[in-house]
């Protein structure tokens, strides 16, 4: 009878044991299950801040196809977790892969627990802030020259009708990198500290210049495949003139156009009033001698190396250049313009400027069958 207690009350015990190692294990998984979806979730967060930092034009030619330069390694380890990671995915959309795609996030962690969370996302038509007034994308080692004491560089927005725009400001020179930002402070002497103005920029005592570092912005590959994006939109021939001299139009605020100038430089003499509106783009060097009036954005790219603002230029929106070295002098002015810059965006059709995605709908795939929302 003593025996048969004790067995009873040994497997009482056992059972106990079972049922608690049971809710334990339930307590586990479903512990692991809502801290594994968060962790999928803040692969939607990064991927998004990565893709905005540099905007899109095309969603297949600037996220997809240059994932691995954007994202990097592709599992990243999920700090405040131990054992959490995540991989994300975008794809583009089939039919609409300029404009609209999904972002697949899969988070896995202890355990084995898995989860998969897909953002579905479009490309905004509001176009994303520019980098700067003028904006240095190379990563190589820059070299900034600034002349005589009249010139002006402003990332303040400005209207090119005239008065304040609403935009917020943005620095008046930016680089990619510390060592480019601090070489461009270190080319402004004393007198010229207080004519690169923007975000950032006191007036002292002592006076600090707006002069900054957007990692963010996009790199020179990047920039060169956005500039890839606008030469295959419908534009006027490609322009091999190597100077601009007397009277020049490229664009004109009631219609501007996307300029590509091929001749691996440009040079805008002092002969001559030149203006233009929309985007330009100059393959090689670009110095400007005289008087050249211009509403939009500048790009410049290719394996030559400088930029020259160095006559009467008058600038209004940006300018984006992939030349290590940079000339700032005589009466040249850079003016940051949203005005200017939504002139630029509406060329060859419009949407031409660099944009932010945005979530349409986020779906946590666990919830869903498979193969709705974009889940797999």
């Not at 998004?48 to 997809?64: A, E, H, R, W």
């Not at 898995?114 to 490309?123: C, D, E, I, L, Q």
């Not at 010139?151 to 930016?174: E, K, M, Q, R």
Request: aromatic share 6%.
């Amino acid at each position: 009878m003593a025996l048969l207690a004790m067995m009873t009350l040994l497997l009482a015990a056992a059972t106990s044991l079972l049922v608690g190692s049971a809710g334990m294990s339930a307590t586990r998984n479903y512990r692991g299950a809502g801290q594994v979806h968060f962790v999928a979730e803040s692969g939607i967060s990064e991927a998004l801040q990565t893709i905005n930092g540099p905007g899109v034009i095309n969603l297949q030619n600037d996220v997809v196809n240059q994932w691995g330069l954007l994202w990097g390694p592709s599992t990243h380890g999920f700090a405040p977790l131990s054992g959490f990671s995540y991989v994300v995915t975008p794809i583009a959309t089939p039919g609409n892969t300029a404009n609209a795609g999904q972002l697949i996030a899969t988070g896995t962690g202890i355990e084995s627990v898995k989860n998969v969370v897909v953002a579905n996302v479009v490309r905004s038509n509001i176009p994303s802030t520019s980098p700067g007034a003028i904006y240095l994308a190379s990563d190589a080692s820059t070299n900034a020259t600034f002349n005589g004491n009249n010139f002006l560089v402003d990332g303040n927005d400005h209207n090119y009708t005239g008065g304040a725009g609403p935009g917020a400001p943005v620095p008046g020179i930016s680089t990619r990198n510390d060592t480019n930002t601090q070489e461009t402070l270190n080319s402004l002497s004393t007198g010229q500290k207080d004519n690169v103005t923007g975000y950032g920029y006191s007036n002292g005592p002592p006076i600090v210049p707006s002069v900054k570092t957007s990692p963010a912005a996009p790199s020179t590959t990047l920039l060169n495949q956005m500039i890839n994006d606008l030469l295959a939109r419908p534009r006027p021939p490609d322009n091999n003139t190597t100077q601009i001299n007397g009277n020049a139009t490229i664009g004109t605020t009631a219609a501007p156009q996307i300029t590509h100038f091929t001749g691996g430089s440009l040079t805008i003499k002092a002969n001559g009033n030149a203006s233009g509106a929309g985007i330009l783009i100059v393959e090689g060097d670009l110095t400007i001698e005289g008087n050249f009036d211009f509403k939009g954005l500048i790009l410049v790219r290719g394996t030559t190396k400088v930029t020259e603002l160095t006559g009467n230029a008058t600038i209004y929106g940006s300018i984006w250049t992939e030349d290590l070295n940079l000339t700032v002098s005589g009466s040249s002015i850079a003016y940051y313009s949203t005005q200017a810059l939504a002139l630029a965006n509406q060329v060859s059709g419009g949407a031409a400027l660099p944009a932010p995605i945005r979530v349409t709908s986020l779906v946590d795939c666990s919830e869903v069958p498979s193969g709705s929302g974009g889940c797999p």
